[in-house]
Each structure stands twice: as structure tokens, then as C-alpha cells.
């Protein structure tokens, strides 16, 4: 290779580079098309009235993968913010927050070990890790903030978001029966569904990206 090729490339991947005018649009969109998708929600039998399934983080993975890590939280971050200032918020913003945090507990692990070897293996184990860590984060999250906001911001005690656990399963009589028979499998099922769609629209979309020239 000569040292004009060689510099050539160089200069495309510096215009192209992590804080390129692509990138800052790629992660743009990203974030639009997540928080769009996050109006779209579907309940699941298995879960209480409140607890609906959306696929925003669909956009978002897809763009961890494409971008890096850093590109997966700026498009969670934007999700959530469009989201905010268009609907609002019930709990002061602390709802938004945790789902923030419980997004960003799902995509990171994934893009950190992708990142580190792009193989298609690679990738599952990333989603698989961060299926893990987002149902673990999610219990923990549910438990101790998500649940006593919405209490607070609906006037409700804990019991009486129990109750409607209840109401759907028998097993739940209690703040850890609900966080284990409602949130943990709610958080299972999500990760694995977005997974899914992720690996069969990731290469699709992945090419368009890299062909602007962004990666």
C-alpha cells in the first residue's frame, strides 16, 4: 500500500470518525425511531396492567452495535429525553431515570463484548450478558425506585400495585413474589424478543451505516 493510500483511508476514517457530522446524525435518528417505537407498547398476560412490552431498544442495540457503546447510550439517553418532553412525566422524572439506567444495563455489556471481536457469536453472548444483567438491574430497580415513584406519583401504596400483580398470578402476595413472578420474566422475555429482531435486521441496516462511510 502506498503512503497516499495509506493517508487516503486515514482521512476517510477521520472524517468518518466518532464525532462526525454522520455519526452525530446516525445517533440522532437512532434515538427518534427508539422513541417513536416507545409509544408502541404491548401488554403480556403474564405481567400486571403497567408493565407493557415496546421495542425502542430494537434501534438502540442496532445502533450500539454499528457505533460503539458510547453511540448505544447517547441514542438510550435521546430516547428517553424525546420521550420525556413529549409525554411528560408522572414521577418527577424518576421513572425516566430508571429506565434509562435499566436500558443502558441491557445494551452495554452487549456492545462491550462486541466491540472487543465483531463476530456474530460475539454478539449473542453480548445480548445474552445483557439480558442477564438488565433482568437483575430491572428487579432491583423495580423494587426500590420504579415501584415506590409510581405509588407516590398515583397516590397508591406498595400493596396496591401488588394486588394488581395478583390479580394476574396468584403467586404474587408480595413485593419479592411480584418482583420475581411479574418484573424478572417481563425483563427476560423483552431482552430476548429484541435480541431476536436485532440479529435479523442488524446486517441490513449495519450496511447502509458503514457504507456512508460513518465506521
Do not use: W
Amino acid at each position: 500500500m502506498s503512503k497516499q493510500q495509506s493517508a487516503g483511508r486515514n482521512g476517510s476514517r477521520a472524517a468518518g470518525g466518532r464525532f462526525s457530522a454522520k455519526y452525530v446524525a446516525f445517533v440522532g435518528i437512532f434515538g427518534a425511531i427508539a422513541s417513536v417505537l416507545m409509544f408502541l407498547e404491548f401488554p403480556l398476560p403474564f405481567a400486571p396492567p403497567f408493565y407493557e412490552l415496546d421495542f425502542s431498544e430494537v434501534p438502540v442495540l442496532i445502533g450500539n452495535f454499528a457505533l460503539g457503546p458510547v453511540a448505544g447510550v447517547l441514542i438510550e439517553l435521546i430516547k428517553i429525553l424525546i420521550h420525556l418532553v413529549i409525554k411528560g412525566t408522572h414521577t418527577a422524572g424518576v421513572g425516566e431515570i430508571a429506565n434509562f439506567i435499566i436500558g443502558c444495563s441491557f445494551i452495554l455489556p452487549a456492545g462491550i463484548i462486541y466491540v472487543r471481536h465483531k463476530t456474530r457469536k460475539n454478539a449473542i453472548v453480548g445480548m445474552i450478558a445483557g439480558t442477564l444483567l438488565m433482568t437483575v438491574i430491572g428487579c432491583f430497580v423495580n423494587a426500590f425506585i420504579l415501584l415506590p415513584a409510581y405509588g407516590a406519583a398515583f397516590n397508591m401504596p406498595i400493596d396496591a400495585l401488588i394486588e394488581m400483580g395478583t390479580a394476574v398470578n396468584k403467586s404474587i402476595n408480595s413485593l419479592f413474589t411480584f418482583v420475581a413472578f411479574a418484573v424478572a420474566p417481563f425483563n427476560l422475555f423483552k431482552g430476548v424478543v429484541v435480541s431476536v429482531i436485532t440479529m435479523l435486521l442488524y446486517k441490513h441496516v449495519s450496511g447502509l451505516i458503514h457504507a456512508s462511510g460513518v465506521n
